[in-house]
């Protein structure tokens, strides 16, 4: 409960218009886009500037409220439900892009703007930031940061965290403060710019960032090779790389997701095959071409059963429509859906999915896996009923073992998704006690009251992986 | 699809005690669990757009049922305020990856609404008169059509206008009001042929479903949709007995209603052997077809909704698919079409009326961006939800104007009316016209 003074005194900073604590509005931001988890905020606000900003935070700091940063809700690992209720600070009104410098390369704007419309902007004049999660249309860049969003040109171009030049952020004490900038060099100090990159909203709150640009690649082919086993599909992502070519995107999807998109989107896939991978590449044209044709050679050699490859980018586009399908698809299958982030070295992806396929069998849950193979980030998604609890369970048994068997392969439990809620208990195995203790004194540092997206990233005592809390 | 279905009258509230279990039980539960919250629908929703607020996004509206059905939330006003907020215009089970069907999650949102109310004996006075007293009944949408034909012709209009009497409605009427056209007669509407032969050799006959609103305020537009029809061959019938579709009716929640309706239309369209029944409003024709959703209790009933349902074609999708129109005249103008969202979201019709204005010779066809996207218009949500849909009509016009059109078509008279107004906001009544598509093509023969 926010006690009524203090409420008077946050309508005072942002307006009675953007304080809601009506049942609905609250309901309405008890989740996010993960499955499973709910929690009611006791308060939603949604400032306008860094100086709104700045007074919540040292309001609630004074009486140890939590503060929950969201933009628009669609990270799926509970990083903004509000587990412990407090403030959901939605950031939502700083949408404007202030100035995209084409001298430096760089854009600077809200954390609320939209990742899409990022893209739109820079693209329009002849500049390209290659970050692309799933949910881009929607996502602010922002939660992008927060969770360190990848997407499917990981591999060549890299994450979030490789684009995030210059940021302005608010502690909970109300002081706000800048880190990096413009310069391509800057070694003054920490670098706090890539410590805030991935801090899920445990440290400070993000009112401005400075991201690095591309110029926008001429021009990109597609090709997608058909497999009979996983080995050979794997096989061809090694030697691609191997052969000094870097494509922009390799996607890989299993065989039960083949079937499922087939059945959806009536495309025509060869169901009877293993797996199938989606190359792309960009770039000027005839380099484009080049790589393209070689990345078929070795697939053909790598024992590929049938290949094909788009003419035109349209056509490219089409061949996507398999992958982009798959989500929808898969979705469709149970009431819900639950879509993991273990990711493994290039060199394991063979083994790993094998694992996966393995571990569904042991436990009898459906998992169909999908990914990005080009990196290692698969999306083992798991079809499910939160209603069946005795499944749920097993469920939770076969994600347990796919998150030790990621860590075994020499990987980690999540690529982009981020820890939160979800995989929290999961952490240590990933960086070990110490590593556990030395960020938690980071956290101390910045957050002494731990008012800060409280109850995330660090593993509580003996909570279970999926936690259901209704109001 | 599963379907809950609970027909059972409910809530028999005595002395004061809420017995809302039964309603709570009209659900699709499976259907609501199937949201898995991505929030892919945000970016499509127009009201989510203009408010940025989840209460006002399909998945927080979808959130807001599960609250409601699991008795997390109360039954309230806010409740109410917050799902008639939604325009309907399913533009996010376009964008939504798992195929939930928020349409019909609405429909049921609202029938609990009512039905609760009904039982609490809270209804509105003026959903009465709408609902029950109007469009049920097609004589006084007659009166209706008569009354406003008699203000417009005997020049009323503009006495009222100049006496300030517009300003005595209340401003969503008198915006309506301005942007209404001429109507027929109602001696015009009586003369009527019964059946108008096809022209050249008969290959189909057609039930014209001229719908309610639309046979009163936009007869013209009936008339020309059966002429362009006998000009490909159809012999046209008006069948007598028709009624309103009762797609408002689902909208609002008064299904009960809204069933009664659907069970008159296809009782008068089995009284003749039609191969087809054709509408040109896509608001009734997402209805028409989805009449087999509403009986799922009624075995008889559903088979009868069902072969009716099988017959029903949008106009655009029938000219399109026959052989092609033949024009005489050349109509040197640029246009650009507004999708109405039933038709486009609900029925999945977007290339064929493109094609058929394309089709039209000189028409210099420009497309619009976010042309799928809501006008505001939304069956009665411009009188209900006044602020918001003008608000959403005023970007609107800002992407109309952007297309530097003279011409603005739609395919549903809600949408239609709702582009004139706009035209009129946006101060660009010399420079544009608003017309349904049937009469630019008839305008070209």
Redesign the interface.
């Known amino acids: 409960m926010i006690p009524s003074d203090v409420k008077q005194q946050l309508i005072g900073i942002v307006g009675e218009k953007w304080y809601l604590d009506s049942s609905n509005d609250l309901y309405s931001y008890s989740f996010d886009a993960t499955p499973i988890y709910q929690s009611m905020p006791d308060a939603v606000i949604i400032p306008e500037t860094v100086e709104q900003v700045a007074a919540i935070l040292k309001l609630a700091n004074e009486h140890k409220i939590p503060i929950v940063t969201r933009g628009s809700g669609t990270n799926l690992a509970g990083g903004t439900i509000p587990i412990k209720g407090g403030i959901v600070l939605k950031m939502t009104r700083f949408n404007q892009i202030y100035e995209i410098d084409q001298q430096n390369l760089t854009a600077t704007m809200g954390p609320g703007v939209i990742t899409a419309d990022l893209h739109h902007a820079v693209e329009s004049v002849g500049l390209f930031y290659p970050p692309d999660p799933g949910s881009m249309r929607i996502s602010t860049v922002g939660g992008n940061m927060a969770l360190c969003a990848g997407g499917m040109r990981g591999l060549k171009y890299g994450v979030t965290k490789d684009y995030i030049m210059g940021l302005q952020y608010v502690l909970p004490s109300g002081e706000i403060l800048r880190s990096g900038g413009k310069a391509v060099k800057d070694v003054a100090g920490y670098d706090m710019t890539r410590l805030m990159v991935g801090s899920e909203g445990t440290l400070g709150v993000i009112t401005e960032m400075t991201v690095k640009l591309l110029p926008l690649p001429e021009t990109k082919r597609t090709l997608i090779a058909f497999y009979k086993n996983l080995v050979d599909a794997a096989r061809t992502v090694e030697k691609v790389i191997t052969s000094k070519i870097i494509p922009a995107t390799i996607e890989f999807l299993d065989q039960g997701t083949m079937k499922v998109v087939d059945d959806f989107a009536k495309l025509g896939l060869p169901t009877d095959m293993k797996s199938m991978l989606l190359i792309e590449q960009d770039g000027p044209e005839e380099l484009v071409l080049r790589d393209i044709e070689k990345i078929a050679e070795i697939a053909q050699q790598e024992g590929a059963a049938q290949i094909e490859m788009a003419k035109t980018m349209e056509e490219g586009a089409k061949l996507l429509s398999a992958r982009r399908a798959a989500l929808s698809a898969l979705s469709r299958l149970r009431p819900t859906t639950i879509l993991e982030d273990a990711t493994v070295p290039r060199s394991k992806l063979a083994e790993m999915v094998t694992e996966i396929e393995r571990i569904a069998e042991k436990y009898q849950v459906q998992i169909c896996t999908f990914g990005h193979a080009g990196d290692g980030n698969l999306h083992p998604t798991c079809m499910t009923d939160e209603r069946n609890q005795e499944e749920i369970q097993r469920v939770e048994q076969a994600f347990d073992e796919i998150f030790h068997t990621a860590i075994r392969l020499g990987g980690t439990i999540t690529g982009e998704h981020g820890v939160g809620l979800a995989k929290m208990n999961y952490l240590p195995l990933k960086v070990g006690d110490g590593g556990l203790e030395l960020m938690k004194r980071i956290k101390e540092a910045f957050d002494p009251h731990h008012i800060m997206n409280p109850g995330k990233m660090f593993p509580s005592q003996g909570r279970r992986r999926l936690v259901v809390k209704s109001s | 699809m599963k379907t809950k279905q609970n027909q059972q009258p409910a809530c028999e509230t005595t002395g004061g005690i809420k017995t809302k279990n039964h309603l709570l039980e009209k659900f699709d539960m ?1 259907e609501i ?2 949201c ?5 629908c ?2 499509s929703c127009p009201t989510y757009r203009q408010t ?4 006002y ?1 399909p998945r ?1 509206r979808i ?2 049922m599960k ?1 409601i059905a ?1 008795e ?3 039954l ?1 006003e ?2 109410e305020k ?1 799902m008639y907020a939604c325009l309907g215009c399913r533009s996010c089970e376009t964008a939504c ?3 939930v069907p928020y349409g019909s999650l609405l429909e049921t949102a609202r029938e609990v609404i009512e039905e609760n109310k009904k039982a609490k004996q809270k209804s509105s006075w003026i959903r009465r008169l709408i609902f029950k007293q109007l469009f049920s009944h097609p004589r006084r949408m007659d009166a209706l059509g008569m009354a406003l034909w008699a203000v417009q012709a005997t020049g009323l209009q503009t006495l009222a206008n100049k006496w300030g009497l517009i300003h005595v409605l209340p401003r969503e009427m008198a915006e309506m009001q301005a942007a209404v056209d001429q109507v027929a007669s109602p001696a015009k509407r009586r003369k009527r042929k019964k059946v108008m032969p096809a022209e050249g050799e008969k290959a189909l006959t057609v039930g014209l479903f001229t719908g309610c609103m639309m046979d009163v305020m936009f007869y013209e537009t009936n008339q020309a949709t059966a002429q362009l029809l006998t000009k490909v061959g159809c012999e046209v019938v008006f069948i007598e007995n028709q009624t309103c579709c009762g797609a408002l009716h689902a909208h609002a929640g008064e299904k009960q209603d809204a069933i009664e309706l659907a069970k008159r239309n296809i009782a008068a369209f089995e009284e003749i052997n039609v191969d087809f029944i054709v509408n040109n409003a896509g608001g009734c024709g997402a209805a028409l077809k989805e009449y087999h959703h509403w009986f799922l209790d009624e075995p008889e009933w559903l088979e009868r909704a069902k072969k009716f349902v099988s017959k029903t074609r949008d106009v655009n999708e029938l000219l399109f698919e026959l052989p092609p129109l033949s024009f005489s005249k050349t109509i040197h103008a640029r246009v650009t079409y507004q999708d109405s969202c039933h038709l486009a979201h609900g029925q999945g019709i977007r290339n064929q009326p493109r094609k058929l204005i394309q089709s039209i010779p000189g028409v210099e066809y420009i497309e619009m961006q976010s042309a799928d996207s809501c006008c505001g218009s939304a069956g009665i949500y411009n009188i209900t939800n006044f602020d918001l849909s003008m608000q959403i009509l005023d970007d609107k016009m800002k992407q109309v104007k952007d297309t530097k059109a003279q011409m603005i078509v739609t395919s549903n008279p809600g949408c239609l009316l709702q582009m004139k107004k706009g035209i009129i906001r946006a101060g660009l009544q010399d420079q544009m016209e608003a017309l349904h598509l049937m009469d630019l093509l008839q305008r070209a023969l």
């Open positions: 499976d669990m199937n898995m919250h991505c929030g892919f945000l970016p940025g607020l989840e209460a996004s927080g959130a807001l609250g699991k997390q939330l109360a309230d806010e409740f917050n990856p798992a195929g």
